[in-house]
């Protein structure tokens, strides 16, 4: 099912690691060919988890990850949860797969797709790490992004009015290859922040965990993960 201890040592910290998924196959086989040995040479108690989305309908990255902390809490009660994109690979293994105590924390720092700088200030796509109290507190991520994925914007906004902040991994630690990017039809420079068709400041508290609603229709254990299907 993907889940691993180390087998000469307690681990300090327990990391689900949580993927949002549809028809990604070669991105997928790349990232669990780097990730198990990077997080197992940092010496973590982990399992990683594919939630899968059924159908041909628009792509719900966000509502995804809801279901994925949903279903991963339980099995264990995880330290740390941390929301992966399919087609990125940590460069560098000080990069800890673990969470800050207080705050959010966003990992992706310094994509090479970005030329390894943020694209804006308030960036939190890509990597990021949560406790589950943190995920709770802002009510998770919202359920009603369908295909356009500015969902990260709102999540940034979401951790501010829930008076959080966000902390950010050092560029030089938070490196990410993204895999197949140049392959894209269109690469539009500079970057800019998506426009937001959401009021998060009016939405927040009752769009997110306590509204998630779907039909979990198989969870399987598989060598290198555990696939949550759902529709």
Not at 1 to 21: D, M, Q, T
Not at 75 to 87: A, F, M, R, S
Not at 99 to 115: R, T
């Amino acid at each position: 099912g993907g889940h691993y201890r180390p087998p000469h040592c307690f681990a300090r910290y327990k990391s689900a690691i949580l993927v949002a998924y549809r028809n990604q196959e070669k991105h997928l086989r790349h990232l669990l060919y780097y990730i198990h040995p990077f997080l197992q040479r940092q010496q973590l108690t982990y399992t990683i988890y594919l939630i899968q989305q059924v159908g041909t309908g628009s792509f719900n990255r966000a509502k995804l990850l809801n279901v994925g902390v949903r279903e991963a809490m339980k099995d264990e009660e995880w330290d740390c949860l941390v929301l992966h994109d399919i087609d990125l690979v940590p460069e560098n293994d000080y990069n800890l797969y673990i969470c800050d105590e207080y705050y959010p924390k966003h990992m992706a720092s310094a994509m090479d797709k970005f030329q390894y700088t943020l694209p804006y200030e308030s960036f939190f796509g890509g990597v990021s790490a949560l406790t589950p109290e943190h995920y709770m507190k802002m009510n998770g991520f919202p359920n009603t992004y369908w295909g356009d994925g500015g969902e990260n914007d709102d999540i940034a906004t979401r951790i501010h009015l829930a008076g959080m902040k966000i902390v950010r991994t050092s560029p030089h630690l938070g490196r990410y290859r993204v895999m197949d990017y140049r392959e894209e039809t269109e690469i539009q420079e500079p970057w800019r922040r998506p426009p937001s068709r959401h009021n998060t400041r009016k939405t927040w508290k009752a769009d997110g965990m306590n509204t998630l609603q779907f039909r979990l229709l198989s969870r399987t254990k598989h060598p290198l993960y555990t696939k949550i299907t759902v529709d």
